[in-house]
């Protein structure tokens, strides 16, 4: 069984979407600081209801915040 880590880009759709973190955590309902803990990597786990939210604020799809690959 490969090791597949989860690697969070939600910096790369904020900049693409020209928002700012300030700005989807208000629109999602979580906090400032729990957006700069997604983007940083260092949570264990996302509500799917969070999730879609994000998407929906942010016009995308879970894999475009979302990526698997192999770890190392």
């Known amino acids: 069984m490969k090791n ?6 939600l ?4 900049a693409l979407r ?3 973190s300030r700005d989807l955590a208000h629109a999602v309902g979580i906090t400032e600081q729990n957006i700069s ?3 940083s990597g260092k949570v264990k786990g ?7 939210k994000i998407c929906a604020e942010l016009d995308c ?6 990526e698997a690959v192999a770890a190392e």
């Open 37 to 39: 803990l997604l983007k």
């Open 46 to 52: 996302i509500r799917f209801e969070t999730l879609a």
């Open 61 to 66: 799809q879970p894999g475009d915040i979302l």
């Open 4 to 9: 597949v880590e989860i690697i969070v880009r």
């Open 11 to 14: 910096d790369v759709m904020l």
């Open 18 to 20: 020209k928002m700012k």
